[in-house]
């Protein structure tokens, strides 16, 4: 009931109100031109497609494109290109001096930065436009679905329409960030691979229904909910270092403020999200790629490259697949957590942590902690992103049904939801109304 309760509250605050309005509105626009199919293929001869993108590596990137990429649609890119853009430009943030004078310049610099983040995301597009079309033959589309044929005027309309899908997405993305209820990018990706689970979780069960096991479905579900809520204490786990802060006498001099003055840093158990399994996932691809080279892929060694890591659930994909990500968790964390500005801002704001001095011991204890915090972060991390693998082999899960018990998926599920839920809580204890989350300090409605 009360949660009921909750949602009337969120529909008495007019602007909450019309910002949800706004992103489910653009969110069904996203939905809709994932359905669309390019000018010049027959909508009616995609099976092979569909059929050939719905496991492995295919079926992962299918996911994130909410199907886009199987129906050969205007939006068949997603949003991924933006997201490879960004990442592109965070990295060379680190080795650039423009680009970090870019990011000490406030809003004005972030909004160069989003420029030109999205002139990259139209470079990256113009790359993958033309790989995708050149694949789709070898994914499963006969010569007659192109009804056009494949020539120059096919390529250069449909290389400009995947671009401006691309594009328009972002646009999607970037409106519900400003006028809706925030984390615009990953909504789009997020309501993509929800997409995609009642489909994977009814054939799954119905597989099983045929073998008459309804107490492994039981069983899938109870599991799946243990890892929804690992991830959970994943994303939300953080080391509180306690912080005390001196304050200003009357004669002007500082002394220790003793009573109520005790306030912590959060420091995040997993502080680089999902990004070292999506590096991890981009350098996957390689040892493949290596083994197909035209001087491998005739001996022995090329051929077992390409049979061990074409499999995502195989036994070496996903044992480098996890080393990957524990080095990439500790690189990224590195980039991402400036200790050193976190130690410079608390001595210039008055701050301490105690027993520890202000300045380059602040900077280096709080280096030590996240390098100690990191470590089970990491493989904590590794183990959610290799765990399909092993329902996999345990159960004999569907693959598709099985990308959902970890990895990208799961945890750009479970990461925005969090998100989402905390940005609307925000807006209901700004009104006085208790929150949705039992985190936030509850308050009763006014009148």
Request: with cysteine; net charge positive; charged share 10%.
């Amino acid at each position: 009931m009360k949660f009921i309760e909750t949602l009337k509250n969120v529909w008495k605050i007019e602007e909450l109100r019309n910002r949800i309005i706004l992103t489910v509105g653009l969110l069904l626009v996203y939905r809709f031109g994932a359905q669309v199919v390019l000018p010049g293929i027959d909508a009616a001869q995609l099976e092979t497609l569909q059929s050939n993108t719905d496991s492995g590596l295919l079926g992962l990137l299918n996911a994130f494109t909410g199907g886009a990429f199987a129906n050969a649609s205007i939006f068949a890119l997603g949003i991924m290109p933006y997201i490879s853009a960004s990442i592109v430009v965070q990295l060379m943030g680190i080795a650039i001096p423009y680009l970090q004078k870019l990011q000490k310049e406030g809003a004005s610099g972030q909004k160069k930065i989003n420029q030109i983040t999205r002139w990259l995301t139209i470079a990256i597009c113009l790359v993958q436009a033309p790989g995708y079309l050149a694949s789709l033959p070898s994914l499963g589309i006969p010569q007659s679905a192109f009804l056009l044929g494949q020539g120059g005027l096919f390529y250069f309309s449909s290389i400009v329409i995947l671009v401006t899908g691309c594009i328009f997405a972002m646009w999607l993305g970037e409106k519900i960030t400003d006028k809706g209820i925030g984390n615009g990018i990953s909504l789009l990706i997020m309501v993509g691979i929800i997409a995609r689970l009642p489909l994977s979780f009814f054939q799954n069960a119905a597989s099983r229904l045929e073998g008459n096991n309804v107490m492994l479905i039981l069983i899938e579900l109870v599991l799946w909910f243990v890892i929804i809520f690992a991830s959970i204490m994943l994303i939300m786990a953080v080391r509180k270092i306690a912080v005390q802060y001196a304050r200003r006498t009357a004669s002007g001099g500082y002394e220790k403020n003793i009573m109520g003055s005790r306030q912590y840093i959060p420091l995040k158990l997993n502080a680089s999200g999902v990004m070292p399994i999506i590096f991890a996932q981009a350098i996957m691809f390689v040892p493949g790629l290596i083994g197909g080279t035209s001087f491998m892929k005739d001996s022995a060694a090329g051929q077992w490259l390409q049979s061990q890591f074409s499999d995502i659930f195989g036994f070496w994909y996903n044992l480098l697949f996890a080393f990957l990500i524990i080095i990439f968790t500790y690189f990224y964390t590195a980039i991402t957590v400036p200790t050193n500005k976190m130690a410079d801002d608390l001595k210039r704001s008055g701050g301490f942590i105690p027993g520890i001095r202000p300045g380059s011991e602040t900077s280096e204890y709080l280096d030590k902690i996240m390098s100690q915090i990191t470590l089970p972060g990491s493989i904590f991390l590794a183990l959610i992103a290799v765990f399909p693998a092993i329902i996999v082999k345990l159960m004999n899960v569907q693959s598709g049904w099985a990308l959902f018990f970890g990895g990208t998926s799961l945890l750009i599920l479970v990461g925005v939801a969090i998100d989402t839920m905390q940005q609307v809580n925000s807006y209901l204890l700004n009104r006085h109304y208790d929150g949705l989350m039992k985190t936030g300090k509850n308050r009763k409605a006014v009148a």
